[in-house]
């Protein structure tokens, strides 16, 4: 109490250099251990944003390009972002889409060429069936025809004839005809075997 400050003592602080050498080490191994927290956090940051925008999209491209590779069906890459990974997973959607309706189009055009094919086989069958049936009734007919009968075809080849027709020609030349032989054989055989009277030193 009493007018003015008044000195009632001295306070000396001394610091060593030791002491000083500690607590710097001290602030300094504070301040690296808060860097590192902070360093730490930002990586740990990073690396989940980088999983969250770039691995996880690229992980489900990856998996719907292995089930088209392994011929599984094919499956649409669902994330919307409009990033350049974005972009790219668009435009994977659209080939798929696309190569969805090519694999379609042309499911759908063998299913109706394997129609096709089965319905022209059955023709073919059942006109192949007709024509045996035609033709064992011509067989039939012809035989059932006293006198010798044969048919020949625009190039004057054998096309059918009955037994009679090959019992006139003899065994020598009768047994020996069979369906596409050319009429000429046929007839220079037999005036050969001298069936034909009138072509007795002039065959030709």
Not at 165 to 191: D, H, K, M, W
Request: with cysteine.
């Amino acid at each position: 109490a009493g007018a003015g400050p008044k000195t009632i003592g001295k306070l000396e602080l001394i610091a060593t250099p030791r002491h000083v050498w500690e607590q710097t080490r001290l602030r300094l191994l504070i301040a690296a251990i808060i860097a590192l927290l902070a360093v730490g956090m930002e990586v740990a940051a990073a690396l989940f944003a980088l999983r969250r925008i770039v691995a996880q999209p690229l992980d489900r491209l990856l998996t719907s390009i292995n089930r088209s590779k392994s011929g599984q069906e094919r499956e649409r890459v669902e994330w919307h972002s409009s990033d350049e990974l974005g972009q790219v997973i668009s435009a994977f959607n659209a080939m798929q889409d696309q190569q969805a309706a090519y694999e379609r189009e042309l499911r759908e055009a063998r299913d109706t060429l394997e129609r096709r094919v089965e319905e022209r086989t059955a023709e073919l069958l059942s006109a192949t069936n007709e024509a045996t049936r035609a033709r064992s009734q011509l067989t039939a007919a012809i035989e059932t025809i006293s006198e010798g009968f044969s048919l020949y075809d625009k190039e004057d080849r054998l096309v059918i004839c009955n037994s009679r027709y090959q019992e006139l020609l003899r065994p020598e030349v009768g047994g020996g005809i069979e369906p596409g032989t050319p009429f000429e054989s046929i007839l220079r055989a037999a005036a050969g075997q001298g069936l034909i009277a009138d072509a007795e030193g002039r065959l030709d």
